[in-house]
């Protein structure tokens, strides 16, 4: 190590070069402390990151389809079903991206009926890439740990399989949102990731007992879509099942009542809480699915208080006839 | 192809194959997840484990018998574990050859010369057996034959390898005085309940340390951003002091090469004591040479392969062998020409340790955490044995943190006790779920059976188990002044949603609170009431969680203006007269636990929305694992 000055000599040179040096330094500290300088101190809340907005998935034309298929096979239901409605191509069409939002949430195997059945996701999957579909993926939020979940439900194996990808919910996978006009989702995250690109949005949902709102079905479904800490919304959970409903407008949902989780739920845990009620709804109307499959659990539809606001909120209707629902039965 | 080019590739080989095994100790079913896979092969091949194990428990369980192989490998060849083989030691050797890159001969010869200190580890090793055989005595009366003699071996050993002292009567008096104290010892506090055996040395053994430090910090932190180990970022409590150990650990090799291994490593120790009896060994084959200093400069284990060598400290890395030019240094079976010497320990101090080692559990348990004072946060994993005798298994290797599918798994912080350190506690918030219902990974992976290696049946207790139910980790217990429903009159019961057993352990009463000043009905007209005052909030009451009462009738409400309630009117329904008084309630599930079902997953906790400080939460009474702490009546 040199020093920067000899010891005992300082020539007018040195102190030129030294005083140009601590003036430089000077100069540097004082651009830094402007460039930095900030006088109003921080905001109270981070800058709020890029909302995104949910479009509609709706086929047009394909407004207003119901259809219910007494079966106890589910994918020949499904079958039947859609060719009630015009066929998977009325609802897919070739060079499509299509999602299946399933409900994954539990890890139970599904002869446990709390998670949708993998079974109708294998066919549906089919049936979409067989119309063309460029894409499917199929994906869900859990509650339990969601690799479990996708592996012990059977839906992953069964997805994959099937030939569709299976996207589990990461922390990048989620943006903020707002329902326009709501009061609950506010600048929420929500599971986006897996939705991009996507133009057909399919809810794959198992009819369920739900101790806090009655049931579980298509559009409870979509409290699956929420992220951070959905919890909350428990306490208004009428409220936040009709705001799903507002918030996503499907191609198409199925309810899957073949065997529907009539107590215990929605986690269930045993074959007792399951009953055999040979039952698959689908329709463009999540109302009037929900309204048709809430009965496989013996109750009217008044007494499902979200389905109510859902109706008054325009997203489908309760008036069931109007919808001139399909009836078919499978032998 | 030179002598030392193998061992670095031997250890190259075994670090790569210990951290593979560490990546494939994922749970699935892909190819290079945990399926087959032997990841606790290291673990296992760790004879300090597989010793202690003994010693506290009478058997060797499953894989560690691999320590056998290790011990008998030993005694053939010397410490070719700490210089070929140990994940640990490798790493150690490649920081001392950084720190090391610079310096001289002269500097090398001072920084690898034998120093007084690496007795320490000695004591240590002395100090954790003392401390895993400290109930032996007791147990012997049990017929836990294996472990008296492994344990008897085992202080031949340590006290065989204690220089004799000035007078030998003496130190055989002391000896015999410690035996007695002993036995007097085991016999009183054995009836007080505080003896007891504690596996302490994995705090400091390195392959459980190594294990652990990988397993909790450094793949925590390479997976944060890669997602092969765990499908989200991963965290684990108190991970820093863990990464600290490790990191110091490593860092001390800057200043004296393989620092740990010298001073501080029990199976080192256990290793060099083993050494002394070992087939071949490393020396001189005549005892004058150039004396040149090469192999003293580049000597691993601070042997002073030059002159009278320190064979236990001899970690068979062979750079002497390599480098000297007169070739007067062998790898064969008879001592060093140039003399040999063992480790360099006074029997007064190897009795300090052995005797402090015997008091550590009873010290540790007289906080009474074993005892009356149990800290019931501690909820263990399922399977997991009562706490005296899961501490007398558990390694500390963090295997079944590692494999936990939801993170609920976490290592104990200080905040435990100090004999709980690191070892396996439930946390129900820092994972993506409780304790999951059919998982029992934590118990197959564990290499001692601290977890019992359990079956999904005997989990739910169902089949053969039906009789004894459920394996129970505790019980939640709601805690009313935190709980939306029971302390501010908000509708919730999330924790009674995701119970996950059936039927639910958590179940609802339904209680109606009034949350308005009473009403007066202006008018009434079908479904529709005209209050006063007005001023409500519209449509706040129509959430299908509000009713109106009036006298011999209760509606709910399915809409409102500021001042008009729409109700569903109930059957045999007649509209309330103006002036009548009429009340707007909500209605609320309470949550209520019952601790027959309740087998303390912590899945309710993990979900409550209070998010903080849940309003539900799992302690461990009721665990299964010991029913003095059981809260049911049989």
Request: with cysteine; net charge positive.
């Amino acid at each position: 190590m040199s020093p920067l000055l000899p010891p005992d000599e300082m020539d007018r040179r040195d102190f030129l070069r030294r005083a140009g040096l601590a003036g430089l330094g000077l100069a540097a500290a004082g651009a830094l402390g402007w460039w930095a300088y900030d006088g109003r101190g921080p905001l109270a809340s981070g800058e709020a990151g890029p909302q995104v907005k949910l479009p509609s998935y709706a086929v047009p034309g394909q407004d207003r389809k119901l259809a219910l298929v007494k079966s106890g096979h589910r994918a020949p239901a499904l079958r039947a079903g859609l060719e009630a409605l015009g066929g998977i191509k009325a609802f897919v069409r070739s060079g499509d991206q299509v999602a299946l939002k399933v409900n994954a949430a539990f890890a139970t195997p599904p002869a446990l009926g709390a998670t949708t059945h993998p079974e109708l996701v294998t066919e549906m999957v089919r049936l979409c890439l067989s119309a063309g579909a460029r894409r499917v993926v199929v994906t869900d939020n859990p509650i339990n740990d969601p690799a479990s979940c996708f592996a012990l439900s059977g839906i992953g194996p069964a997805a994959r399989t099937a030939g569709a990808q299976v996207a589990l919910p990461s922390a990048e996978a989620f943006r903020p949102t707002t329902l326009a006009g709501g009061r609950l989702i506010k600048d929420w995250p929500l599971l986006y990731g897996p939705l991009k690109g996507i133009n057909k949005l399919i809810g794959l949902a198992p009819v369920k007992d739900h101790h806090r709102s009655r049931a579980s079905v298509t559009m409870k479904n979509w409290y699956g879509l929420l992220g951070g800490r959905r919890n909350v919304f428990h306490q208004d959970i009428n409220g936040i099942i009709a705001e799903l409903a507002r918030l996503v407008t499907p191609s198409l949902v199925v309810a899957d009542g073949v065997v529907s989780l009539v107590k215990n739920g929605p986690t269930g845990g045993s074959l007792e809480d399951l009953r055999p009620t040979d039952t698959l709804i689908l329709g463009t109307d999540q109302v009037a699915v929900d309204a048709l499959a809430v009965g496989l659990l013996g109750l009217n539809p008044n007494q499902v208080p979200y389905l109510g606001l859902a109706a008054a909120a325009g997203v489908g209707t309760l008036d069931l006839p109007s919808l001139k629902p399909v009836r078919v039965e499978l032998g | 192809m030179r002598i030392v080019t193998v061992r670095r590739i031997s250890q190259v080989f075994f670090l790569c194959l210990f951290l593979w095994f560490c990546l494939a100790a994922t749970l699935g079913e892909r190819w290079w997840q945990l399926r087959g896979w032997p990841v606790n092969w290291f673990l296992d091949l760790d004879p300090l484990s597989g010793l202690l194990t003994l010693l506290t428990t009478g058997t060797i369980f499953a894989g560690l018998l691999w320590g056998l192989a290790t011990v008998a490998l030993t005694l053939i060849l010397g410490r070719f574990f700490c210089g070929w083989l140990c994940p640990l030691g490798t790493m150690h050797q490649f920081v001392g050859w950084l720190g090391s890159r610079s310096k001289g001969v002269k500097e090398r010869v001072a920084r690898n010369a034998p120093r007084r200190a690496q007795m320490i580890k000695y004591f240590l090793l002395a100090f954790f057996l003392a401390a895993a055989a400290g109930d032996m005595l007791l147990r012997l009366g049990q017929g836990q034959w294996p472990a008296a003699l492994a344990g008897a071996l085992l202080m031949a050993l340590v006290l065989g390898a204690a220089r004799r002292g000035r007078g030998g009567r003496s130190f055989w008096l002391a000896a015999g005085a410690l035996g007695a104290l002993w036995l007097a010892y085991s016999l009183l506090l054995g009836r007080g309940g505080l003896l007891g055996a504690s596996l302490l040395a994995g705090l400091l053994d390195p392959i459980p340390l190594l294990t652990r430090s990988v397993n909790l910090v450094l793949l925590p932190l390479a997976d944060a951003p890669l997602r092969l180990a765990w499908p989200e970022a991963r965290y684990f409590q108190g991970a820093a002091l863990i990464g600290a150990v490790f990191i110091a650990a490593l860092l001390l090799n800057l200043w004296l090469p393989r620092f740990y291994c010298r001073f501080v490593c029990p199976l080192g120790a256990l290793f060099g004591l083993l050494g002394r009896f070992s087939l071949w060994r490393v020396g001189k084959t005549q005892a004058d040479c150039s004396a040149c200093v090469a192999c003293d400069a580049y000597c691993e284990g601070a042997c002073r392969p030059q002159g009278v060598i320190h064979a236990a400290e001899c970690v068979l890395c062979l750079n002497c062998l390599d480098l000297c030019p007169d070739q007067v240094i062998d790898y064969r079976t008879a001592p060093s020409a140039a003399g040999e010497q063992v480790p360099d320990l006074s029997r007064r101090r190897v009795l300090a340790a052995l005797g402090t080692g015997l008091v550590a559990p009873p010290l540790l348990r007289l906080g009474g955490l074993l005892g009356p004072d149990w800290d019931p946060r501690l909820v263990r994993p399922p399977g997991a044995l009562a706490e005296g005798r899961f501490l007398a298994r558990c390694l500390r290797c963090g295997q079944c943190m590692r494999v936990c599918p939801t993170g609920v798994l976490q290592p104990a912080g200080l905040s435990f006790g100090l004999e709980a350190l690191w070892t396996p506690v439930l946390n129900m918030t820092i994972g993506t779920s409780g304790c999951q219902l059919r998982c029992v990974a934590c118990g197959h992976v564990c290499p001692s059976a601290a977890i019992r290696p359990i079956s999904v049946q005997e989990k739910l207790g169902q089949g053969p188990f039906a009789a004894q139910g459920p394996l129970r980790l505790g019980t939640a217990f709601i805690d009313r002044g935190r709980c939306l429903p029971w302390a501010m009159d908000r509708p919730c019961i999330v924790c009674q949603e995701n119970c996950p057993v059936s039927p639910k352990a958590i179940f609802t009463r339904v209680q109606f609170n009034p949350v308005l000043p009473e009403l007066s009905v202006a008018r009434s007209l079908g479904g529709e009431i005209i209050v006063s005052p007005g001023g409500l909030k519209p449509g706040a009451l129509g959430t299908g969680d509000y009713y109106c009462r009036a006298e011999g009738w209760q509606a709910r409400i399915t809409g409102n203006t500021a001042d008009t309630l729409l109700l569903a009117p109930p059957q045999g329904w007649g509209p309330p007269g103006p002036g009548k008084k009429v009340s707007v309630l909500v209605r609320l599930q309470q949550p209520y636990v019952d601790p027959a079902r309740c087998i303390g997953c912590g899945i309710c906790q993990h979900e409550c929305p209070v998010s903080g400080l849940r309003a539900i939460r799992v302690t461990a009474e009721n665990a299964s694992r010991h029913r003095s702490h059981s809260l049911l009546l049989k």
